[in-house]
């Protein structure tokens, strides 16, 4: 991630064309995840917001293929989700949080899920983001994802994380400075 960090939060031309293309063919290729809106009508709100681009680029880039999963007809704003099949490769063996990593005296993982997306500027999902995910399809078969911690958990040391198995989404809990090669998180931005 630390090749993502600037303070100008913009793509090139060419970086935005390749990623609207890509965001476009995706959009169409998955249509049963945002019926009834059109694709004309996010590109023009994305070009509106080029910041949310970089965002979008860094979700992708880190293997989340990004998609629209809804849109806030009271704000105009799309919101898209980590559509990829596993928790994004480029965010895995990553602990909770800044606290979490701080703690590890020793096979310090190199970041954090909340540092990741703090510095994409996205939002981790919550459990219920988690689940609203998975009625679009089956994600995380073989993968985890860390899931905004309520605070009361994440004070006594604990992070939750959710997956998919047996057709059935599992929220689990984990103390949040652990971390392994599957598990990674899925982030949200609203666009």
């Known amino acids: 991630m630390n090749n993502m960090k600037s303070d100008r939060k913009e793509l090139l ?5 390749e990623l609207l293309k890509t965001l476009k063919i995706r959009f169409e290729k998955n249509m049963h995840r ?3 809106l ?3 009508d996010v590109q023009s709100r994305l070009e509106a917001h080029p910041e949310k681009l970089w965002s979008l680029n860094a979700m992708e880039v880190t293997g ?3 998609d629209v999963v809804g849109h806030d007809k009271k704000t105009g704003e799309y919101i898209f989700y980590d559509c990829s ?15 979490a990593l701080e703690s590890r005296k020793e096979h310090k993982p190199e970041d954090s899920a909340i540092n990741m997306a703090n510095e994409m500027d996205i939002e981790i999902l919550t459990e219920e983001q988690y689940r609203e ?4 399809g089956a994600f995380d078969l073989k993968t985890s994802s860390w899931v905004k911690t309520p605070t009361e958990i994440r004070k006594l040391g604990g992070a939750l994380f959710c997956d998919r198995r047996y057709n059935t989404v599992f929220v689990y809990h984990n103390g949040a400075e652990s971390y392994y090669a599957a598990r990674g998180f899925r982030g949200a931005i609203k666009v």
């Open 13 to 17: 031309p060419e970086q935005r064309n």
């Open 64 to 66: 989340g293929e990004p």
């Open 38 to 40: 059109k694709w004309a």
């Open 34 to 36: 945002h019926k009834a």
């Open 85 to 99: 099949a596993e928790s994004p490769k480029g965010r895995r063996s990553i602990c909770y949080d800044h606290e």
């Open 133 to 136: 995910l998975q009625k679009l």
